[in-house]
């Protein structure tokens, strides 16, 4: 079993950025797909940016697309989530979820281990 640990989350003024990480301490993503999702109060979860583990394959919605920036580092097994011009809509908790299998999916159904979470809060 895959657990995702999220970090980086935090308080940020409106325009502003932050760098989520996202790892499987003691194990690979290999044959994943990672996705990064978030959850609003009173929202349902949300996806937002996704990436294969192989290739560079990535898929962005349009909340995110312009300002946030996924990317993978290989070597140290973790998946990252760039964001910029931060929005007080952007305020969420935000999960990374691993799929078994390579192809990407935007459905929360779709995945198979999540992490715990991290608090974005962005203030205007």
């Known amino acids: 079993q895959v657990q995702t640990v999220e970090s980086g989350g935090g308080l940020v003024q409106a325009g502003g950025s932050l760098r989520l990480s996202c790892a499987a301490p003691?194990?690979?993503?290999?044959?994943?797909?990672l996705g990064w999702f978030r959850q609003a109060p009173g929202k349902e979860r949300e996806f937002v940016p996704g990436i294969r583990w192989s290739g560079s394959y990535t898929v962005y919605t349009g909340s995110a697309k312009g300002r946030f920036t996924i990317s993978r580092d290989n070597a140290k097994i973790t998946v990252y989530l760039q964001m910029n011009s931060l929005k007080p809509e952007d305020t969420a908790v935000y999960y990374c979820?691993?799929?078994?299998?390579?192809?990407?999916?935007?459905?929360?159904?779709?995945?198979?281990?999540w992490g715990q979470g991290t608090q974005v809060t962005v203030s205007s």
């Open positions: 003691g194990r690979t993503f290999s044959c994943y797909a």
């Open positions: 979820a691993a799929k078994v299998g390579g192809a990407l999916a935007t459905e929360v159904s779709q995945y198979d281990y």
